[in-house]
């Protein structure tokens, strides 16, 4: 079955920098494109990123721009998500998931991990 498995979050300060990863199993990961996704304390869900499946397209909310970077190695089946810079605002718990391809456009799928707790405090 479809597993999606975040680690990295943490305690930071502001300004500092964090890298987060999720480990992708069950699925054919080099075929889909896989989304980074986060929600803040008392907030709604806010999309961070998005990356193709061959990892040559990129794609981030303008806020996030400059600050944050997703990459992947479809060798090891791992998705990334440094950031650089964070602020208070960062704060948040931060799930990666599995896209769904709705021709013509990819969309975030069912699957999504339990997710990565990032606090942005001094």
């Known amino acids: 079955q479809v597993q999606l498995v975040e680690s990295g979050g943490g305690l930071v300060q502001p300004g500092g920098s964090l890298r987060l990863s999720c480990t992708a199993s069950g699925f054919t990961f080099n075929s889909f494109r896989m989304y980074w996704v986060r929600q803040a304390p008392g907030k709604g869900l806010e999309w961070v990123s998005a990356i193709n499946s061959d990892g040559d397209a990129t794609y981030y909310a303008d806020s996030l721009k400059g600050r944050f970077t997703i990459s992947r190695d479809n060798a090891k089946k791992t998705l990334y998500l440094e950031m650089n810079s964070l602020k208070s605002e960062d704060t948040a718990v931060y799930y990666c998931?599995?896209?769904?391809?709705?021709?013509?456009?990819?969309?975030?799928?069912?699957?999504w991990g339990q997710g990565t707790r990032v606090t942005v405090s001094s």
């Open positions: 998931a599995k896209g769904i391809y709705r021709g013509p456009n990819w969309e975030l799928g069912r699957y």
